[in-house]
């Protein structure tokens, strides 16, 4: 089992930034590539970013790139999401999740763990 706990969450206006962190508790951390995911209500939860056990491979949603940067520190059983020029239609729920693949995925169902999410409000 893996307990995942979303912090960082909150109201930012366009262009602004936010980091949000994910810490993981249970078993090793670095067993599990690790992903970030949105969900607006009424739609489906949509990856955000990846990233592999190692750190060493990520990956992005298009609508992202450039903008967000996915990391995470194995010592501290962290992962993070910066997020940078901020726009409305970033608006979530963002939530992090687990996977015991080795290489980042963009698939939710690839996911066996998933934290209870995290709110994030960019104002126009």
């Known amino acids: 089992q893996v307990q995942l706990v979303e912090s960082g969450g909150g109201l930012v206006q366009t262009g602004g930034s936010l980091r949000l962190s994910c810490a993981a508790s249970?078993?090793?951390?670095?067993?599990?590539?690790m992903g970030w995911f949105r969900q607006v209500t009424g739609k489906e939860r949509d990856i955000v970013a990846a990233?592999?056990?190692?750190?060493?491979?990520?990956d992005y949603a298009d609508s992202v790139k450039g903008r967000f940067t996915i990391s995470r520190d194995n010592a501290k059983n962290t992962v993070y999401l910066q997020m940078n020029s901020l726009k409305p239609e970033d608006t979530a729920v963002y939530y992090c999740?687990?996977?015991?693949?080795?290489?980042?995925?963009?698939?939710?169902?690839?996911?066996?763990?998933w934290g209870q999410g995290t709110q994030v409000t960019v104002s126009s």
């Open positions: 990233i592999s056990r190692s750190g060493g491979g990520t």
């Open positions: 999740a687990a996977s015991s693949l080795f290489g980042p995925s963009q698939r939710a169902n690839e996911y066996d763990y």
């Open positions: 249970g078993r090793t951390f670095s067993s599990y590539a």
